[in-house]
């Protein structure tokens, strides 16, 4: 199986900075697709962007030029750097990580990220 753990997230004021990572261990033999989500109680998880195995990076319209997505060191590291954040950027943030041989979606614990002043 494969497990995820996020790190980063907290409290910042509008306009501020985050950067969250998300390292994936266990069964894992090749790049995988990962990315974020992100949801609110009582929401609906919405998707944020995600990377694929040749790192192709696609965004939500409402994060393009404020939130970047990458990997890390190694295959099994991802992170979103999001600057300029707003109000509406408090969530709960999921990393995910799209396992091929396997054929399934493994998630995070999700951490939280609130924009307040």
């Known amino acids: 199986q494969v497990q995820l753990v996020e790190s980063g997230g907290g409290l910042v004021q509008p306009g501020g900075s985050l950067r969250l990572s998300c390292v994936a261990s266990?069964?894992?033999?090749?790049?995988?697709?990962m990315g974020w989500y992100r949801q609110a109680p009582g929401k609906q998880r919405e998707w944020v962007a995600d990377i694929d195995t040749g790192g192709r990076a696609i965004y939500t319209d409402s994060v393009k030029s404020r939130f970047t997505i990458g990997r890390g060191g190694d295959k099994n590291t991802v992170y979103l750097q999001m600057n300029d954040l707003k109000s509406e950027d408090t969530d709960n943030y999921y990393c995910?990580?799209?396992?091929?041989?396997?054929?399934?979606?493994?998630w995070g614990q999700g951490i939280q990220v609130t924009v307040s002043a």
């Open positions: 995910f990580l799209d396992h091929r041989r396997l054929g399934r979606r493994f």
């Open positions: 266990g069964d894992i033999d090749s790049i995988p697709d």
